[in-house]
Nanobody
Framework: QVQLVESGGGLVQAGGSLRLSCTTS????????MGWFRQAPEKEREFVAV????????YYLHSVKGRFTISRDNAKNTVYLQMNNLKPEDTAVYYC???????????????????WGQGTQVTVSS
């Protein structure tokens, strides 16, 4: 059974940093594009960042560009989201997700992803 497990969430003051990790059991992890999404209370889930299987391509939500960095370690089956200069509006449950064989799909949309983690809470206080 494929599992994605996020960790690293928590409570931080505005301007602080957190590093989220997502370790997966997907077979041949290096063949998967990996994304991060988030969902704030009473809001729809939104795309945050994506990294291609080869790590040669990354793309970010406009409001996090320059503050967040997505990366991956294929040897550890893990994708990371380094979040700096956090703002209260970044408060949400953060989810990682995997996508395989979706060439040409819009990887900013949830439907492009096959497996999801359970999420990790990030709370940024003002």
């Amino acid at each position: 059974q494929v599992q994605l497990v996020e960790s690293g969430g928590g409570l931080v003051q505005a301007g602080g940093s957190l590093r989220l990790s997502c370790t997966t059991s997907v077979p041949a992890f290096s063949n998967y594009d990996m994304g991060w999404f988030r969902q704030a209370p009473e809001k729809e889930r939104e795309f945050v960042a994506v990294i291609s299987w080869s790590a040669t391509y990354t793309y970010y939500l406009h409001s996090v560009k320059g503050r967040f960095t997505i990366s991956r370690d294929n040897a550890k089956n893990t994708v990371y989201l380094q979040m700096n200069n956090l703002k209260p509006e970044d408060t949400a449950v953060y989810y990682c997700a995997s996508s395989f064989g979706r060439s040409g799909w819009d990887l900013t949309t949830s439907s492009a992803y096959d497996y999801w983690g359970q999420g990790t809470q990030v709370t940024v206080s003002s």
